[in-house]
C-alpha cells in the first residue's frame, strides 16, 4: 500500500498546530491558569514550552520522519526489531485512544453549546443547564455525533481530509479568536480579568510551586499533543526537505499563541460577570468556564450571536485536534496490518464510541480519564519517545534532524541530544512523581 505524504509545508505546519490548538487551549488551558494562580501559571506554562516542548517536539520528528510509519512500526524498525520497544510505541497508540475517549465527550458538549446558542437556551441558568447535559444519554449523543464528523476528515486521508481540513479550520479559529479578545477586552471588568492573567504573581509561585509545576507540565504536554504518538504520525508523512527543529519551533510557537489568545477572550468576560473567579470558575471542574462563558454572554449585548461565534470556534479547534488522535491509531492498523482506511477509521471509530460512551454516562470515570490517566500517560510516553532517540538513535537522530535544515541548525544537535538523553527525561520523571505523589495524597512543600 502506498504512504501517503503531505502536500505543501503549510499544510503539514497547519495540521500539527490543529493537533496541538484545541480544548486544550481553549477550554483546559484557561481553566488550569484560573486554578493555579493566572499569571505565575502563565509563566511556567511558557517556559517548558520553551525549554521542554520544543526539545521534545524535535524527537518525535525525527522518530517519525526517520522510520515514516505509526508510533508502533517506527519503535520497532528503529530498534531493529525490539518487542519493548515495540511495546512503548503501542502505549501511544492506546494514550492516543484514552485521549479521544474523554475528548469526544468535551467536543459533544461543544456541539450542544453551539446549538443551544442559537436560542439562548442556557442563558437563564447556565449552571444548571450545564448539569442537564454534561453526563448520561444525551451526552452519550452528542458525543457519537462528534466522533462520526472526526471520522468523516479522517476517512479523507492525510491530504483530501486532514490537511483541506486544518488548512480551512486554523486561520478561521485564529481570526474569530482575535475578533472575540478584541471585543473581550473593551469589556467592563476586563482590566481586572487581565491583570489577573498578565501581571506576574511572584508571591503565588513561590507559596506554590510544585503545584503549579506540575499543572503547567501536564497542560504543555497536552497542547503540543506530546506522549501519545501524534506528532511521530504527522512527521511520518514528511519529506527529507522539511526543517524539523524550523518547523518544530513554529507549531510550538503558533500554538502557544493560541493559548495566550483564549486567555485574552475568557478573563475578561470572566471578570465581567458579577462572580469573577469566586464563582463557579473557581475549582469548578470540567465544566467551570462552560457556566461561566454562558453567564458572560447571557449580560451583554448581542449575547446569542456571540455565543454562537465563540463555541463555533471552539468546534473547529476540538475537531482539529480529534482528528489527529483518530489518526493514530488508524495509521498503525494501515500500516502493521494492512488494513484499508475506511475499515481502519470504522473499526477505531467504534471502538471509541464504546469507550467514550462510558466516559459520557459516568462523570466520576471522565474526570479520572480526563485529568490523572491522560496526564501519567503523557509524561511516560515522551519520557520513552526522549529514551529513545537519546540512547538507541543517538547520533543518528542527530543526522535525521540535520537533514534538511541549515548549518545553524546542525551546530545545535549535539546540545539537544545531551538534553534529551539525561536534562529532560529527568525533569518529566521529577514531574510524574510529583503527580503519583499527590495522587496518593501526599502533602508536598511549596
Known amino acids: 500500500m502506498t504512504r501517503e505524504s503531505w502536500h505543501t509545508r503549510l499544510g503539514f505546519i497547519l495540521a500539527a498546530v490543529g493537533s496541538a490548538v484545541g480544548l486544550g487551549n481553549i477550554w483546559r488551558f484557561p481553566w488550569m491558569t484560573a486554578e493555579n494562580g493566572g499569571s505565575a501559571f502563565l509563566v511556567m506554562y511558557l517556559a517548558i514550552v520553551l525549554l521542554v516542548g520544543v526539545p521534545g517536539l524535535l524527537a518525535a520528528f525525527v522518530i517519525g520522519r526517520r522510520a515514516r510509519l505509526n508510533p508502533v512500526g517506527a519503535?520497532?524498525?528503529?530498534?531493529?526489531?525490539?518487542?519493548s520497544w515495540r511495546g512503548v510505541g503501542l502505549f501511544a497508540v492506546l494514550t492516543a485512544v484514552v485521549l479521544l475517549s474523554f475528548y469526544s465527550v468535551v467536543g459533544g458538549w461543544i456541539l450542544r453549546y453551539f446549538v443551544a446558542s442559537f436560542t439562548g437556551a442556557y442563558f437563564g441558568s447556565p449552571g444548571a443547564y450545564f448539569g442537564s447535559i454534561d453526563y448520561g444519554v444525551p451526552a452519550v449523543g452528542f458525543h457519537v455525533l462528534f466522533l462520526a464528523l472526526t471520522a468523516l476528515i479522517v476517512v479523507g486521508g492525510v491530504r483530501g481530509g486532514i490537511e483541506k481540513a486544518t488548512k480551512v479550520m486554523m486561520p478561521a479559529i485564529v481570526a474569530l479568536l482575535v475578533a472575540l479578545a478584541a471585543w473581550a477586552t473593551t469589556r467592563p471588568g476586563a482590566a481586572a480579568g487581565l491583570s489577573f492573567y498578565l501581571d506576574f504573581d511572584a508571591a503565588y509561585l513561590r507559596a506554590n510551586f510544585l503545584d503549579v509545576l506540575r499543572a503547567a507540565a501536564g497542560q504543555a504536554l497536552f497542547t503540543l499533543s506530546l506522549g501519545g504518538g501524534t506528532m511521530i504520525t504527522y512527521a511520518s508523512y514528511l519529506d527529507d526537505d522539511r526543517n524539523l527543529a524550523a518547523d518544530g519551533s513554529i507549531i510550538a510557537l503558533l500554538n502557544t499563541g493560541v493559548g495566550v489568545l483564549a486567555g485574552f477572550v475568557v478573563f475578561p468576560l470572566l471578570f465581567t460577570t458579577a462572580g469573577g473567579l469566586t464563582g463557579p470558575a473557581k475549582g469548578g471542574g470540567p465544566g467551570a468556564l462552560f457556566v461561566s462563558i454562558a453567564g458572560a454572554f447571557a449580560q451583554v449585548p448581542f449575547g446569542r450571536a456571540l455565543a454562537v461565534l465563540f463555541f463555533g470556534v471552539i468546534a473547529f479547534a476540538a475537531l482539529s485536534s480529534s482528528i489527529s488522535m483518530l489518526e493514530i491509531p488508524v495509521a498503525y492498523l494501515i500500516d502493521e496490518h494492512d488494513v484499508d482506511r475506511r475499515v481502519a477509521t470504522g473499526t477505531l471509530g467504534?471502538?471509541?464510541l464504546v469507550t467514550g460512551s462510558a466516559n459520557a454516562l459516568n462523570p466520576g470515570l471522565f474526570g479520572f480519564v480526563a485529568g490523572t490517566l491522560v496526564n501519567m500517560m503523557l509524561t511516560a510516553g515522551l519520557v520513552g519517545s526522549l529514551v529513545f532517540v537519546g540512547w538507541v538513535l543517538g547520533k543518528d537522530a542527530v543526522a535525521e534532524m540535520s537533514t534538511g535544515a541549515g548549518p545553524g541548525v546542525r551546530s545545535?544537535?549535539?546540545?539537544?541530544?545531551?538534553?534529551?538523553?539525561?536534562i529532560l527525561p529527568l525533569f518529566l520523571l521529577g514531574?510524574?512523581?510529583?503527580?503519583?505523589?499527590?495522587?496518593?495524597?501526599?502533602?508536598?512543600?511549596?
Not at 519503535?75 to 518487542?83: D, H, I, T, V
Not at 544537535?413 to 539525561?422: D, F
Not at 510529583?434 to 508536598?444: C, D
Open 431 to 446: 514531574t510524574l512523581a510529583v503527580n503519583l505523589l499527590a495522587l496518593a495524597g501526599v502533602s508536598l512543600p511549596g
Open 350 to 352: 467504534g471502538l471509541v
Open 75 to 83: 519503535l520497532y524498525r528503529l530498534s531493529s526489531g525490539s518487542r
Open 412 to 422: 545545535l544537535g549535539p546540545a539537544w541530544l545531551w538534553s534529551v538523553r539525561t
